[in-house]
Every structure is written in C-alpha cells, then in structure tokens.
C-alpha cells in the first residue's frame, strides 16, 4: 500500500565507498524526484525525471548519477562517498503538469558516511 | 533566484493555543505554495495546497493563506494539541515546467500538554 517506497531507510559506510538508494512509487506519476535534508533540516532539490528523462540536474557532483529503468523507479548511486555526503535523502513523485498535485514524499534514506 | 524564508524557526506554545507560522518567498512567479508536516525520522505530509490563483485553503484546524504579489503565506492552527508537535515545512513551486518545489527551512512546533 505504500505510494513512495525507498530502500534502504539507513545506510552507514565508510568514505570512499560506493553505494545506490532505490526507490519505487506505485502511484502511476511520470515524474519522480530525488531531494537532500541536511543536518539543518534543509531540503533541496538533487534531480527530477519525467518518463525517465533528466529534466533537473541541481548543480550536483557528478560522483551521484541518477537512473530511472522505468516511471515507477528513480535509482540514486553514489560514488566515492565523501563526509559531507551525510544527510536524509527522500524520493518523491508527482504528475508533470498539473500545478494543483501535491508530490508524494517517502519515508527518507538516512545516509551515514564515517 | 527563488529563496523561502520561514519564521520563527522554533516555536513552543501550551496546548489549546491558536499560532501562525510565517512564510515568506522572494520572487512570485510561483504556481502554487505548499505546506508539508515532517515528524521527526519520517517523511514529509502534505498539509494543503494554495494554488496562485487562490488566497486561502483550509483542512480541519488549519488555515492557510497566500499573499502572491508580497510573497507571504501564513499557517494558522488552531486549538493546538501535542499531536501537532512537528516541523512544518513551506515550499513553492516555482513558474517552470520542471516541478521542483523550493523549500524554506522550516518551524519546529512544540505544543506543550
């Protein structure tokens, strides 16, 4: 029953590592969206997909590289994972085009980089 | 460049109390304002909507507002309960066919028993 999906919901690793967050909405939207909340609780936009293209690319290094196999999933992998990379990242979905939709958020991934 | 500002940035009021919490964004070409409830290690929860075209929404004890042209959105609650203990977040959805929502950084709202 869940509408936004995200996998895993804690990740702890080592610096330099590489690791991948999924997610997965079953609420047929077409666009999907990755955002980062910092340790000031800031969210900020990272990427969007509509129809698995790239519409947003948010300034973000290129060790994240986002993949959307389908509408229904919006990958996030990160290389070589940095400090500063610590942070919640949460995945939403939306329709493209109707301004009065709300998005749908996940529960959030809590990334922690040591 | 689009930037929301949302005050106070914490808030403790007892319980039973009416509260609003402000929100304010710089540019108005906007298509509509959001406010979003995030309990502590959750997601975030849609609250209401204004779209441009509207002034106000409103959904049980809470009222929004929305003042386009000098950036402004208000969040009233009414008759507060511990429950609505949280952080409430503003975003707006800027004129752009992209669908990004630019959030502010939120009040945390404790309602004291």
């Known amino acids: 029953d869940t509408a936004v999906s995200q996998t895993p919901k804690y990740l702890v690793t080592q610096m330099g590592n590489d690791k991948s967050i999924k997610c997965e909405q079953n609420?047929?939207?077409?666009?999907m969206y990755w955002y980062k909340q910092d340790s000031k609780k800031f969210l900020k936009i990272m990427f969007s997909y509509n129809n698995k293209e790239l519409i947003i690319n948010e300034t973000v290094p290129n060790r994240f590289s986002p993949k959307s196999p389908d509408k229904a999933h919006l990958n996030l992998h990160i290389n070589s994972l940095e400090l500063g990379d610590s942070a919640v990242y949460f995945c939403?979905?939306?329709?493209?085009?109707?301004?009065?939709?709300?998005?749908?958020f996940g529960p959030g991934t809590r990334l922690l980089v040591l | 460049k689009q930037e929301v500002t949302q005050i106070p940035a914490a808030l403790s009021v007892p319980e039973g109390e009416n509260l609003v919490l402000n929100c304010s964004f710089t540019?108005?070409?906007?298509?509509?304002l959001q406010w979003f409830r995030q309990d502590p290690g959750k997601g975030l929860t849609s609250l209401l909507l204004?779209?441009?075209?509207?002034r106000e929404q409103t959904s049980g004890r809470l009222n929004a507002s929305l003042d386009k042209s000098s950036g402004r959105s208000t969040l009233y609650i009414a008759a507060s309960q511990p429950g609505d203990s949280a952080t409430y977040l503003c975003?707006?959805?800027?004129?752009?066919?992209?669908?990004?929502?630019?959030f502010g950084q939120g009040t945390t709202l404790q309602v004291k028993p």
């Open positions: 540019d108005s070409a906007i298509y509509n």
């Open positions: 975003a707006v959805r800027p004129e752009s066919n992209t669908g990004k929502l630019i």
């Open positions: 609420l047929g939207h077409d666009t």
């Open positions: 204004i779209q441009s075209s509207q």
């Open positions: 939403a979905s939306s329709r493209r085009g109707v301004e009065k939709e709300t998005q749908y």
